[in-house]
Every structure is written in structure tokens, then in C-alpha cells.
């Protein structure tokens, strides 16, 4: 439930269309004196029939905001009031109230109204230990919820930042003054004024120490904070470098966490959701779809940066360039077992690879609804492909699976990069997953839930190799055990797929598979049309022997 903070309606609209309606029965009744004493008489029968709910009444005396609607939101009109009053008669009011049962109908769909710039959720809290969630780093609001925009993290007080804000409002003011003093027709290459030569003095005065190094005493200070607090605080920042640098390092954190609270105002990130929105992977730039649990200090910055080769992700561009020159990573680690043409599939042992791994699923959740696993990849075997140029092995996709799974599954977790997509990359990580069973000669089936993407894909293919089994069938009788035994894909999702097709028909108490020529006749055609594919997975092609213990 969300709690809206901020002042709310102070009803002054409303208070001035009542006295408006007071002085005109005050002006009606001095014209019409029997009018006045019908008026009295019904304020008498109000003022006695109030005396049964003198709460409610004494509550509607002294609120000085407007009632709420049955929505629970402030009436945006006048006709929403139910105005009872000794100067109204009874009369109007039984139809103002009739009028208010009709309208109140409709209120459920109206829009809700904003009574306030700003929303906060009270059941977040701060993740820095000891922290209550008041104040915020750039000292214009109340309440933080993220790391951030915590006084406490930064060492500092809720007061102390809002006399920073106070103090930087006022150079800011400064600073516009003088630009705005300045000729409007001045050159770039104008000769500095006397002013700016001399704040250039003391700008370099200020920073003749900011090398000079900690103290004995400042290094155990700094210390004892670092052993005390670990990484829940930010490190003491004090004398490690002039004060004019500090300064402006703290300008440019208050002025970040401002446009993080924007976007948080605006809706476009929420509390305790994913603020990573987009990933540098390579040459590609892609946007995030869900969740992933990165560090917080990685995740509250909304970008990554994420080498293509050995998935180390990153702060910055500039962190990213360094790596990049010393990384000497250019395909996964593990053993390639397979390669055809620039197609390469790399089987990497989760216990051998523990950091590779882990990277690997920590990028695959940004684009997975129902991965769970994160850290534990230990009992997995991670099968990646990858397409080859002179740069080195760019990941396209990849599957895991079980070194023991009791029911056979071949496929625990399955995906192909965004980049890649809609390529047939997909459907080859399938082939190849089955590829892999039958070489084991087992029966295999992905393991559940599968996502949407997912869904559809194995779907496709089993369409696919049910109706490329059927093209090339020439015998009388069909088995589903049998095609299940000569394509390795379960006999569960057989029928499935047979029934999708409704190519499965019960009839005299027998399963019968019917050999429908028209939906292979079109499969047929797309094959033609389609040629010689390069993404299709040759069985020759694989340089592979079943792990040991599986």
C-alpha cells in the first residue's frame, strides 16, 4: 500500500463557494419572509436529527479539509460535496443526497488524484545498517530509501546535508550572476577578467596540499573506520585530498542521487527493483528485461559495463577500456567441442569455472523470468556457443544442464543473447542440447517452467522434427516410442505436439497418428525456400564423450 506524504487540499475552493450559496439564502430570504420561516423550520429538523450523531458532526465542524470521496481521494468538484447546512432546506437536501447516491456510481472510475509531488513507500528501509531512512544527500528531501541519497552512508548528517544544499544553491546564484554580467558578444578566446584570474589564485592555493598524504594519526583514523564499518559506509574521504576537490567530488554525488530520486519520482524505478536498464556487451548496447541480483553498488548505477569475453562486469566505460587492453580473454574457458565454420559450442565445467559461470548467469537472469540460479553452479555443466572473427569468440547463447539429473532432463536453463535473436541461434542450442542425448543415448526433455521465449522455441522445433520424421517415414505403422528413441525428445512432449497439430485422433479405443500431407507439404516448401542454412548443427562436427558419472 502506498502512502501519499505532503500537504494536503486546504479545502479553499470549497469554503468560498459555501459562503458564495450563504449570501445568496441570506439575500433571498430578506425578499421572502414565509421562505425564512420554512428554512427555519427545516434547520430545526436538521439541528434535531444531528443531535443523534454529534461526532460525526463536531468532526465535520472542525475539519478543515475537504471530505473524502468513497475512492478514499479528495472530491475534484463541488458537486461531489453533500453540503448540509441550517440554511439549506430539506428538500434540497434529500435531492442533493439522491444526486450524490447517482454520481457516487461513477467515482470508482474516475482517475485517482495526485495530492502530492512526491510518494513514498514506508515499508522500505535503507540497506545501510543503523540507518532510519530520514534525510537525504542532496538535502531537499525527507526520506531516502537507497544507498545513494543516505546521509549516514556518506558520513555525514541529515542537517550537515542540507546546510551543503543551502551553501551550493548559493554559488550556483553566484555563478549565474556573473554569467549573466558577462558581454554576451565575449569570445571564447577572451583574456580572463580580474575576477576570474583571481578565483584561478586561490583555486590553485586551495590544492597546493592535496598530495601531502595522510598523517600518522589520520591513517589510524581511517583505519579504525574502515574496520568498524567494512563496506556499509563509505571510506573517510578528509584529508586525502584538498578540500576544493572534496568539495566538488561531493557535488557530483549530491547531484546524482538527485537524478536518481527524479527518476524515481517519476516512476521509472521503483525501491527494491532492477536499476539496471541497459548493459554494454561489446559493440552492443542492449536494453534489460528483468531482475538481476548484481551487487548494489553495480546495480543502483543503471548502467553496466560487461566484457563480451570474460564476463567481468563494471563501473564505468573508462574501467571497461582498461580491461579490455589487459584482458587476454577471447573465447570461454573449458573445452570446444564443437566447430563448424565460425560456429563454436565451448562446454565449461561449473566447478572448474566457478566466476565464469556465475557471471554467465547473473547476465542470462537480465533476460530470464524464471531463472533462480545464481552462485550454485557448481552441479552444472554450461554448454556456450559462440561466432568467431578476428577479434575473438562473441558470445551468442548458451544452455546448462545437470551432471546427474534423476529425470533426464537435458536442459535446465536456455538462452540465446538479444542481439541474436530471431537468427535460428535458438533453435541450434535446442538441436544441439538433443544432439547431446542421443550421443548419451537417452530420452531428454528441457527442464520447467520454461519461459515464454522458451516455450516457443522448443515448440517450433519439435514441430519441426515430428514433421521432418514424418516426411521421411516410408513404413505403414508409427510408433510414438519409436520416434521418441530415433529424435531423443520425450515422449510427453511428443504427444503435445502431435495433439497441437491434431495429427493424434482416438478411435475405437485406440491413439492413432494421422500423417497429415498438407502441413508437411508446407513444411517441405519452407525447407526449400529456406536453402542451405549455415545455422543447422552438423552431427560430424562434434568432438564430444559423455562426462564421467552422468
Not at 2 to 9: A, I, K, L, P
Not at 25 to 40: A, F, H, I, V
Request: charged content about 30%.
Amino acid at each position: 500500500m502506498r502512502h501519499m506524504v505532503g500537504s494536503g487540499s486546504d479545502g479553499t475552493e470549497d469554503s468560498d463557494s459555501s459562503a458564495e450559496r450563504e449570501q445568496t439564502n441570506s439575500s433571498e430570504s430578506d425578499g421572502n419572509m414565509p421562505k425564512r420561516q420554512r428554512l427555519t423550520r427545516a434547520s430545526t429538523r436538521l439541528s434535531q436529527s444531528s443531535q443523534d450523531t454529534p461526532d460525526l458532526k463536531r468532526a465535520a465542524d472542525h475539519d478543515e479539509s475537504p471530505p473524502l470521496t468513497p475512492t478514499g481521494n479528495a472530491p475534484s468538484s463541488e458537486s461531489e460535496l453533500d453540503i448540509s447546512s441550517p440554511n439549506a432546506s430539506h428538500d434540497e437536501s434529500q435531492a442533493k443526497d439522491q444526486a450524490n447516491r447517482d454520481s457516487d456510481k461513477d467515482l470508482s472510475h474516475r482517475p485517482k488524484r495526485r495530492r502530492c509531488h512526491e510518494t513514498y513507500n514506508f515499508n522500505m528501509k535503507c540497506p545501510t545498517p543503523g540507518c532510519n531512512s530520514l534525510g537525504h544527500l542532496t538535502g531537499k528531501h525527507e526520506r531516502h530509501f537507497a544507498v545513494s541519497g543516505c546521509p549516514l552512508y556518506h558520513n555525514l548528517s541529515a542537517d550537515e546535508c542540507k546546510v551543503k544544499a543551502i551553501s551550493r544553491e548559493k554559488q550556483e546564484e553566484d555563478v549565474k550572476g556573473q554569467e549573466e554580467n558577462n558581454s554576451r558578444h565575449a569570445t571564447r578566446h577572451q583574456t580572463p577578467t580580474s575576477k576570474q584570474s583571481k578565483y584561478k589564485e586561490q583555486v590553485a592555493e586551495m590544492r597546493k596540499g592535496r598530495n601531502s598524504g595522510l598523517q600518522k594519526d589520520q591513517k589510524e583514523k581511517h583505519m579504525e573506520h574502515r574496520q568498524a564499518h567494512s563496506n556499509t559506509r563509505e571510506p573517510l574521504l578528509e584529508n586525502i585530498t584538498s578540500e576544493y576537490d572534496l568539495e566538488l567530488f561531493r557535488k557530483a554525488q549530491a547531484r546524482a542521487s538527485e537524478d536518481l530520486e527524479k527518476l524515481r519520482i517519476q516512476g521509472q524505478i521503483t525501491e527494491g527493483s532492477n536499476m539496471i536498464k541497459t548493459i554494454l556487451f561489446g559493440r552492443y548496447e542492449l536494453d534489460t528485461w528483468y531482475h538481476s541480483p548484481y551487487p548494489e553498488e553495480y546495480a543502483r548505477l543503471g548502467r553496466l559495463y560487461v566484457c563480451e569475453f570474460c564476463l567481468k562486469y563494471m563501473k564505468s566505460q573508462t574501467i571497461l577500456r582498461r580491461h579490455m587492453a589487459k584482458c587476454v580473454w577471447k573465447h570461454p574457458p573449458g573445452d570446444e567441442v564443437y566447430r563448424k565454420g565460425g560456429i563454436s559450442v565451448f562446454e565449461v565445467d561449473g566447478k572448474k569455472n566457478k566466476i565464469y559461470c556465475q557471471n554467465l548467469c547473473l547476465l542470462a537472469k537480465l533476460f530470464l523470468d524464471h531463472k533462480t540460479l545464481y552462485y550454485d553452479v557448481e552441479p552444472f555443466l554450461f554448454y556456450v556457443m559462440t561466432e568467431a572473427d578476428n577479434t575473438g569468440c562473441h558470445l551468442v547463447g548458451y544452455f546448462s544442464k545437470e551432471k546427474n539429473s534423476f529425470l533426464n532432463y537435458n536442459v535446465s536453463c536456455i538462452l540465446t543473447m538479444p542481439q541474436y535473436m530471431r537468427q535460428g541461434f535458438g533453435k541450434m542450442l535446442i538441436d544441439f542440447s538433443y544432439l547431446l542425448s542421443k550421443v548419451e543415448e537417452k530420452v531428454g526433455s528441457p527442464e520447467r517452467p520454461l519461459s515464454d521465449l522458451g516455450l516457443i522455441s522448443y515448440r517450433s522445433y519439435w514441430k519441426e522434427v515430428l514433421l521432418r520424421y514424418m516426411y521421411n517415414f516410408q513404413g505403414k505403422e508409427i510408433s510414438i516410442k519409436e520416434i521418441s528413441q530415433e529424435t531423443a525428445v520425450n515422449p510427453v512432449d511428443i504427444v503435445s505436439t502431435l495433439q497441437s497439430l491434431q495429427m493424434l485422433k482416438y478411435w475405437k479405443g485406440k491413439h492413432l497418428v494421422l500423417k497429415r500431407q498438407d502441413l508437411i507439404d508446407e513444411w517441405k516448401a519452407k525447407e526449400i525456400k529456406r536453402g542451405n542454412s549455415n545455422k543447422t548443427i552438423d552431427p560430424s562436427s562434434l568432438k564430444w564423450t559423455p562426462p564421467k558419472g552422468t
